[in-house]
């Protein structure tokens, strides 16, 4: 999942939604804000109560605002074709693999597509590629 931080003042409030999460930066546990249960951090520095809709933070210079990255699914293709060109050397293997996932799955779930082609070529992403794919599986799968 694609997360970024995002300042905050949590003196004044914080902020619930399903794009924020919370993490502790005692024990990096990070936690959504909107939970479908009550559910605090491992160390117990942070906790957020579902039935009281209350966050409880004991250490606030110890919390961290997240905010998910939502990606368009232009700039998802485009970031696709980027990886697969870095990924297939071969023009012929590159142009099956493209005609191969728009023919399964035209239109938006083409970024669908492509992630299921490569995890089943013999191509082995680096830990980078296969975090941006993790993302995007996450995003649009
Ligand atoms: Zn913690």
Do not use: W
Request: aromatic fraction near 10%; charged fraction near 25%; hydrophobic fraction near 35%.
């Amino acid at each position: 999942m694609l997360l970024t931080e995002k300042k905050h003042d949590f003196s004044k409030s914080y902020p619930v939604g399903e794009n924020f999460f919370y993490r502790c930066l005692n024990c990096g546990m990070t936690i959504p804000s909107q939970t479908q249960n009550s559910m605090g951090c491992t160390c117990g520095n942070l906790f957020i109560d579902t039935s009281y809709a209350r966050i409880s933070v004991d250490d606030l210079q110890k919390i961290q605002l997240l905010e998910k990255q939502v990606i368009p699914p232009e700039e998802a293709e485009t970031l696709l074709v980027n990886l697969i060109n870095r990924l297939i050397k071969e023009e012929n293997q590159h142009k099956k693999l493209i005609a191969l996932a728009k023919s399964k799955a035209p239109g938006y779930p083409f970024v669908k597509g492509i992630l299921y082609e490569i995890s089943k070529s013999s191509i082995v992403p680096t830990s980078e590629e296969k975090k941006i794919m993790d993302d995007l599986y996450f995003l649009y799968a």
